[in-house]
């Protein structure tokens, strides 16, 4: 999981992961299935490797890894509740007080 400095670096790269995209879609003149957008977001993917040593092969999937997005751990099993206002558990349903 990435805390907000983490996540800011990670997102300023994908953003030019998305610019880098459009370029060479409009110089191209290819489809975005054509686009080989892979190669435009493997820096997202390294640094998120060098930051977590997790290696992530979806970029999309790793915007989804912002600490923030979640609330606390859950007192009775330890996993993250589904958002920072949950009243129950998602992983194992105790409520939260």
Known sequence: MLDENEYAEISRLYSEGIKATKEFRQRWNVPLEEANSEEHFRPVRERYREITGYNETNHNAIMHHR????????KQ????????????CGACMFPVK
């Open 67 to 74: 600490l923030s997005l979640y609330g606390p751990p859950c």
């Open 77 to 88: 099993c330890g996993k993250p509740l589904r958002t920072p206002k949950a009243k129950l």
